[in-house]
């Protein structure tokens, strides 16, 4: 029989593996509980997949010094990022976000439907939500290959295009939109000539990604010919040494703009002046400056002279020139996309 302390120490070996990884799984999931996240000097921000080194390497660390100057407290920030409809989905399921960062406004209503935040509230914000934008351009291969020009040129046979999945990516449906548009623009009469530019271009699409951001991993690692993206992801890649393609301005384009939301029920009394600081913070010119320096276009537009890497566009424009969203979702993402080109593609 053994002693009574070798007993106890066996029982101790075979419980250790057990009892570390529950403690590991409390340590991972402790930034996230609800008592922890509602820390008075805690924000937890959600934002769609392109936002995250810009927000967490410049402009929130950049707002954590200035709260510290101002107030003499310290904030921490939990963030995390994916696809805009990702995100979405992950607020509605009911994660203890204060604030999330948009890719677009039809996401923002999907809160408002899922009674999460009031209907439209966003627009109470400074510029109606939007905190900046960024143009939809293309990513090609070094001596542009293919001599790829604009949207037009990703229909031609034997293209391979890469692009973010439309019904998870907002960055998918900005870039629709963007395509569609193009062709639009170029031959308002005939809209039909805008059908067979997206219907061409989404027959050579090659690979989908669930973000902009892992669309743009595809295409670094050998997939396509051609990336539809966002200006900022590429000049933010360009300004660290991590761009091995070159981009094409198409002659028109869409600029995206994106939305900021409050949860108010996940703010609580001890929060509210720091949520209201980083909401003006985000708005203010050394905020916009910041968005421009990381690559995204301000909503003061005579900031962005400040960043020569923003490329000429001859002709951008808003999804308001497409009727705004309620239209566009109707006629071009619904109408168009799903119920035409998918059908002729033979998707689901």
Known sequence: MLPEGRLISGRL????????????????????????????????????????????????????????KRTGENVEFATSFAGSGTITNQLIMGVPAQLALLALEPDARRLADAGLIERG?????????????????????????????????????????????????????????????????????????AYRLLLGLWRNVAAQAQ???????????????????YEQEALWDRAHGKLEAEIVYPPSTILSEHILVVIDRNVDAGQQKIVDALIEFLWSEKGQRLFVRSGFRSVDPGLNSRNAAFGNIADPFLVGALGGWDEAKRKIMDGIWKNRVLKELGQP
């Open 13 to 68: 070996r075979r419980w250790m593996p057990a009892v570390f990884g529950i403690f590991l799984f409390v340590y991972a999931i402790w930034p996230w509980m609800p008592w922890h996240a509602r820390h008075p000097g805690k924000i937890v921000l959600y934002g769609f997949s392109i936002l995250g080194e810009p927000l967490n390497q410049l402009i929130l660390p950049a707002f954590e010094r200035e709260w510290k």
């Open 121 to 193: 509230a966003w627009k109470r914000l400074p510029h109606q939500g939007v905190v900046n934008r960024t143009p939809f351009i293309i990513l090609v291969r070094p001596g542009n290959p293919k001599r790829i020009r604009g949207f037009h040129d990703l229909a031609r046979p034997g293209i391979k295009v890469v692009h973010p999945d439309p019904l998870i990516s907002g960055g998918a449906s900005w870039a629709i939109l963007a395509e569609y548009g193009a062709g639009l623009r170029q031959n308002p009469e005939r809209p039909q000539e």
């Open 211 to 229: 973000s902009a951001r892992a669309a743009s991993t595809q295409f670094k690692n050998g997939f396509g010919d051609a990336l539809v993206t």
